[in-house]
Nanobody, 125 residues
Framework: QVQLVESGGGLVQPGGSLRLSCAAS????????MAWFRQVPGKEREFVAS????????YYTDSVKGRLAISGNNAKNTIYLQMNSLQSEDTAVYFC??????????????????WGQGTQVTVSS
């Protein structure tokens, strides 16, 4: 049974930083990928970033490039999302996901079969 547990969310001022973590159990990175999505009330879940086991294959949505960085620790089966220069638009519940997407479907929710419970990130002064 796959379990994904997120941590690290919270309240931060605009321009501040946070680091989210997602610990995976029962999921073998292997040829798969792990990703971060986010969702605000009334909107669809939105892709943020993904990483494959090698850490050399990362993919970001345009709005977070240069501010957010995804990485993975294969030994710990954990991924991270370092979030810098946070803006109010980054306020959302952030979800960790794991699965076996092909390159063209990395950003689609249906490519991931396993999800965490989500962690709230609020950017506000």
């Amino acid at each position: 049974q796959v379990q994904l547990v997120e941590s690290g969310g919270g309240l931060v001022q605009p321009g501040g930083s946070l680091r989210l973590s997602c610990a995976a159990s029962g999921f073998t990175f292997g040829g798969g990928a792990m990703a971060w999505f986010r969702q605000v009330p009334g909107k669809e879940r939105e892709f943020v970033a993904s990483v494959r086991r090698s850490n050399t294959n990362t993919y970001y949505t345009d709005s977070v490039k240069g501010r957010l960085a995804i990485s993975g620790n294969n030994a710990k089966n954990t991924i991270y999302l370092q979030m810098n220069s946070l803006q109010s638009e980054d306020t959302a519940v952030y979800f960790c996901a794991a699965g076996y997407p092909i390159s063209s479907t990395l950003a689609t929710t249906t490519s991931y079969g396993h999800w965490g419970q989500g962690t709230q990130v609020t950017v506000s002064s």
